[in-house]
């Protein structure tokens, strides 16, 4: 059975820093290229961060510079290391697991909310 659990969440202040992470089972981890999405109310959910299979990384320009996506593969989790927070970080995150060859295969989280306020 493929799980994607995420944790971490919480209520932290504008400048604070959190650590999620996305604790994973079911699946050959080391062929996914992992991502956080989020998704603020009443808006899309937008992609925030993404390590391939070697170990790239990718950041949207909302949090280049401020957050980190990594990876442990003996573990098969994800994480997403957050700093200098700002009110429009506040959002539910979630981990998402993709493996494309000719098809794709993907998994979902089921989030972890983040709520940056003073």
């Known amino acids: 059975q493929v799980q994607l659990v995420e944790s971490g969440g919480g209520l932290v202040q504008p400048g604070g820093s959190l650590r999620l992470s996305c604790t994973t089972s079911?699946?050959?981890?080391?062929?996914?290229?992992m991502s956080w999405y989020r998704q603020a109310p009443g808006k899309e959910r937008d992609l925030v961060a993404t390590i391939t299979s070697s170990g790239a990384t990718n950041y949207a320009d909302s949090v280049k510079g401020r957050f980190t996506i990594s990876r442990d593969n003996g573990e098969m989790t994800v994480y997403l290391q957050m700093n200098s927070l700002k009110a429009e970080d506040t959002a539910v995150y979630y981990c998402?697991?993709?493996?494309?060859?000719?098809?794709?295969?993907?998994?979902w989280g089921k989030g972890t909310l983040v709520t940056v306020s003073s």
């Open positions: 079911g699946f050959t981890f080391t062929n996914y290229a």
């Open positions: 998402y697991a993709l493996y494309k060859w000719n098809g794709a295969i993907n998994y």
